[in-house]
């Protein structure tokens, strides 16, 4: 029930998701709701959807704290309490970031050795893509909560992205490891010693080089750097069409280079990834863009199930476990 265009880009990802994966999918929501929306697909029954039913729904004006204790029915609550309990394997939510984040720390838990829960987001850069946490879920951080966040964001990287030694930079206002706040002057000190590649502060002109495979960074941060850059890629785009639109000429560099064009839109559409998982949480978790289309459900889906099937969740215990142990 969460995102812009939910219900219907939700449950038209989720039926296209189970029409190509080997997964049974549970919507969770107001029945009569969801019974519409599916009402377009015939065939959803024999694709092993089911409707789980959850009267309420939490709002993205409303506060989800007090929200979640006034709506015990909401459906990300709901869904967060299935995978708790093992009625289901993963979730995946558009709606409320705030909400998602405490309606799965409250009925799942955090894994030994992370105390704040981070959203790994996939960049692309100009080399392979990236991983940027935390792009929200943490929004006040203390050092210690960054070097956790570069540990995970390590494990992710060679288990998501196929990166067999992830090269970690703590985002900052200068390169120098005495620039930046007092926050990340204690978490560079922290990073310095720890068991992972770190390659010292990036500046935020250097996220997209290439120079880093996992950018580390408190929630308000993470959070602004990942819509100033979702901005920016729609007034580029604007403006590419405004000026191919202008001439002849130009209309015929466009047609010539238009394949250029749509490899470009690949690599910086967020949709290709789907989501961005909650790591550190005791359960698989995926938060999507408000704006998720129906590609982007889809996705989502496919990223919780590759997550599930490849085990994330206990390799990721293991690696935050062995690295706690080399610290101690």
Known sequence: MGGDHAPAAIVDGAVAAARHLDVRLMLVGPAVT?????????????????????????????????????????SIRVAAELVASGGAVALFSAGHTGATVMAVHSAMGMIAGVDRPALATTIPTRNRPAVLLDAG????????????????????????????????GLLSIGEEESKGNELTREAHRLLKAAPIGFIGNVEARAIYSGDADVIVCDGFTGNVVLKTSEGLVDTVEALLGDELQGTFSSQIGYLLSRRAFRRFRRRVDYSEYGGAPLLGVAGLAVVGHGRSSVKA???????AYRFATSDMLARVEQEIAAASASLS
């Not at 709002?59 to 006034?70: F, I, K, N, Q, V």
Request: hydrophobic share 50%.
């Open 137 to 168: 879920a943490s929004v006040e951080c203390r050092p210690h909560h960054l070097l956790q966040f570069a540990l995970m964001g390590s494990v992710y990287a060679r288990i998501a992205l196929g990166i067999e030694r992830p090269r970690v």
């Open 34 to 74: 969801l019974e519409e929306a599916l009402a377009t697909h015939t065939d959803w029954r024999e694709l092993g959807i089911e409707i789980v039913e959850a009267p309420d729904v939490v709002g993205m004006a409303e506060s989800p704290a007090a929200t979640l204790r006034r709506k015990p029915r909401a």
């Open 297 to 303: 459900v889809r996705n989502a889906i496919a990223m």
